[in-house]
């Protein structure tokens, strides 16, 4: 049973196109966040959300934009991507502000 | 905000020594510390965590200690074997309006020679 699952693992995409990840966690947990991990491995918080409302949002771009149509699920679409938007993005969950799982992450390559 | 620092960046053991990993905050309002271990190809999973009202917790191998006074904190792992190798991360967290925002340290790797 996979407890945060993320799609897809692997994208592959032009600079200018928009994509979206998707993110589903089964753990009935009421918190569910997205983070960054650049090439250097370091993971930063983008956003948080907590029973379908937005808690967290961190200077990110506004191409960036999160939608969670649920508590279950929190996807992450991106507008006009550029090369430096190039990294891993983990989606987690946790219930409460502790105990974060975290998912297997997608790997986001702009060309 | 919290700013968290972590050493050694890089670090090599025999198989069977001990590893020992050290943070340091910034924000005496974090009240909770994570550490996570992240396997290549993985997203990272929380070994061991700590709340500020306590000074030392242990799980089997591993241990983490936590001085409030000084903002740092410590992974400890005896009998190290070569599956703990990975890359370990620190984190902090607070609640209030950073409900839940864990600020991670930059990770060390852990390389365990058997």
């Known amino acids: 049973d996979t407890a945060v699952s993320q799609t897809p693992k692997y994208l592959v995409t032009q600079m200018g196109n928009d994509k979206s990840i998707k993110c589903e966690q089964n753990l009935g947990h009421d918190t569910m966040y997205w983070y960054k991990q650049d090439s250097k491995k370091f993971l930063k918080i983008m956003f948080s959300?907590?029973?379908?409302?937005?808690?967290i949002n961190e200077t990110v771009p506004n191409r960036f934009s999160p939608k969670s149509p649920d508590k279950a699920h929190l996807n992450l679409h991106i507008n006009s991507l550029e090369l430096g938007d190039s990294a891993v993005y983990f989606c987690?969950?946790?219930?409460?502000?502790?105990?974060?799982?975290f998912g297997q992450g997608t790997r986001l390559t702009v060309v | 905000g919290e700013n968290v620092e972590q050493h050694p960046s890089t670090l090599s053991v025999q198989e069977g020594d001990s590893a020992v990993i050290k943070c340091t905050y910034s924000?005496?309002?974090?009240?909770?510390f994570p550490w996570y271990k992240q396997e290549l190809g993985k997203g990272p999973q929380l070994i061991i965590d700590?709340?500020?009202?306590?000074g030392e917790k242990k799980d089997q191998r591993i241990a983490v200690t936590l001085n409030k006074t000084a903002k740092h904190f410590s992974l400890h792992i005896t009998e190290t074997q070569p599956e703990d190798s990975a890359v370990y991360f620190c984190?902090?967290?607070?609640?209030?309006?950073?409900?839940?925002?864990?600020?991670f340290g930059q990770g060390t790797i852990l390389t365990v020679h058997p």
């Open positions: 700590i709340r500020s009202n306590v």
């Open positions: 984190a902090a967290s607070q609640g209030g309006t950073s409900y839940g925002k864990l600020t």
């Open positions: 959300y907590n029973n379908k409302e937005l808690i």
């Open positions: 987690a969950s946790s219930q409460g502000a502790t105990n974060a799982f």
């Open positions: 924000d005496s309002a974090s009240n909770y």
